[in-house]
């Protein structure tokens, strides 16, 4: 395993999890998973058994046609049942529903996400000549409203990297021992993701050789499996030396593990769980009201670069965003906001004039 990189190895593990979901699912999404796999990667083929799995309890349970039977026992005979009418209440279902003994309440993104999956497999059965319409493409999906970015002021991000270099706020002696291992990591770590906007995922897998200081870049693996050269400022250059140079020191690395440019305190590869952990412990000392992820720290970015630049399609090309009108959605308000604290900013004449000045003045 020494030799597979840890985005293979993601997709390896995401294509055992989705064989092992198949005995569940009706016979046909093996058909279906197949057929697909040219066009998607093992993470959106396991989320479609996930979402479809959920389908597909409702249909056993609610569905006249097809209640008293299990998921692995529906054909495409039982899809070619539905109607419009049992995907709406599907969704409307997906709003409070019980899976493995717990409460489930879909947001309107879960909600929208489960629907494509489900467009995406009616489509491919459409297409096949399995079932005589496709339904789901008649179904509009749920209107997403408009979320307000959440995102890190420029006080509030050197207060987070100083935090992070210090270490004394952090709340138990616990942690501050901790800290004393790994602040290096961290500090880098975090510097990285800001820096530069990538996912966390993204960083996790990124190993010592895909630094190179000569030209300030590195090289990361997209959504997808493409890979991209990607640059970073001369403050970032100088935590990350810092931190590789102390790296390369580290002895008894777990095998497989030797390349990992970021390290658990195991000696292995540190995961996207360990990373939003992290980064929740030190934003929890800077801005305790605001919930801040890794993910948030890409908007950070993101905002930044776009309040800067004015570019969409340069920060949509950073970013790795497949669809430059995603960025749009996201980071365009930001200059609609700025339009109307300028309209606002300007008094043309004070509200309460204290003296009449003359036509002569």
């Known amino acids: 395993m020494a030799d597979i990189s840890y985005h293979t190895a993601r997709d390896l593990k995401n294509t055992q999890e989705l064989r092992a979901m198949l005995p569940d699912l009706p ?55 539905v109607t419009v009418t049992d995907i709406e209440t599907y969704m409307d279902y997906l709003t409070a529903y019980e ?28 297409k096949k000549g399995h079932i005589p319409s496709n339904v789901a493409a008649l179904v509009d999906l749920p209107k997403q409203h408009e979320r307000e970015i959440i995102y ?34 961290d500090l880098s770590l975090i510097t990285l993701l800001l820096g530069t906007g990538i996912r966390v995922s993204e960083c996790v897998g990124l190993n010592l050789n895909d630094i190179d200081f000569n030209t300030n870049g590195f090289v990361v693996t997209r959504k997808g499996g493409q890979r991209v050269v990607l640059y970073f400022s001369d403050e970032v250059a100088d935590v990350l030396r810092e931190y590789m140079d102390w790296r390369k020191t580290v002895q008894d690395v777990v095998p497989g593990n030797e390349q990992a440019l970021f390290l658990s305190t195991q000696k292995k590869r540190m995961n996207v769980r360990t990373v939003q952990n992290l980064v929740k ?18 908007s950070t970015f993101g905002t930044n670069l776009y309040a800067e630049t004015g570019d969409i399609y340069l920060v949509a090309d950073v970013l790795g965003h497949s669809d430059v009108n ?17 309209a606002h900013s300007l008094k043309l004449r004070d509200d309460k004039p204290n003296d009449k000045e003359s036509e002569d003045d």
């Open 152 to 185: 890190l002021e420029v006080d509030e991000v050197a207060k987070l990297l100083d935090a992070i270099d210090d270490g004394s706020d952090l709340l138990t002696e616990k942690q501050k021992e901790y800290h004393k291992i790994t602040r290096l990591r």
């Open 326 to 342: 995603t960025t749009r959605r996201h980071y365009a308000a930001q200059s609609d906001e700025n339009r109307r604290k300028a």
């Open 281 to 298: 412990k030190y934003a929890a000392i800077v801005t305790p009201l605001k919930h801040i992820t890794p993910h948030k720290l890409r």
């Open 27 to 81: 016979e046909f999404c093996t058909e279906f998973f197949r057929g697909i796999t040219p066009e998607t990667t093992p993470l959106t083929r396991l989320g479609y058994a996930h979402d479809l799995l959920i389908f597909f309890d409702y249909l056993c349970g609610y569905k006249s046609s097809c209640k008293d039977k299990i998921p692995s026992a529906l054909t495409t005979d039982d899809l070619a049942t």
């Open 99 to 126: 899976r493995n003994e717990k409460l489930m309440q879909d947001n309107e993104a879960a909600k929208e996400r489960k629907i494509s999956s489900l467009r995406t497999l009616f489509r491919y059965l459409f």
